[in-house]
């Protein structure tokens, strides 16, 4: 039974969007492992970007900043 864990910011991403994600990467898996979709498990993570950190510095500061 695959596992998948997906973390994104939380910034905009619709219901759609995410179900496109959780079709994807169960057909991912399907198309290269082989596995079955009916016991493929994805999980979508939304993270504030206050609490999401790159290069020493939130999300939220390289956002304001333009990087």
Known sequence: MPYVNIKITNEDVTPE???ALIKGATQLLVDVLGKS??????VIDEVDTDNWGIGGETVTNRRKEGK
Do not use: I, Q
């Not at 979709?37 to 994805?42: C, F, G, I, L």
């Open 17 to 19: 969007k995410k179900a």
């Open 37 to 42: 979709p009916a016991t493929t498990v994805v």
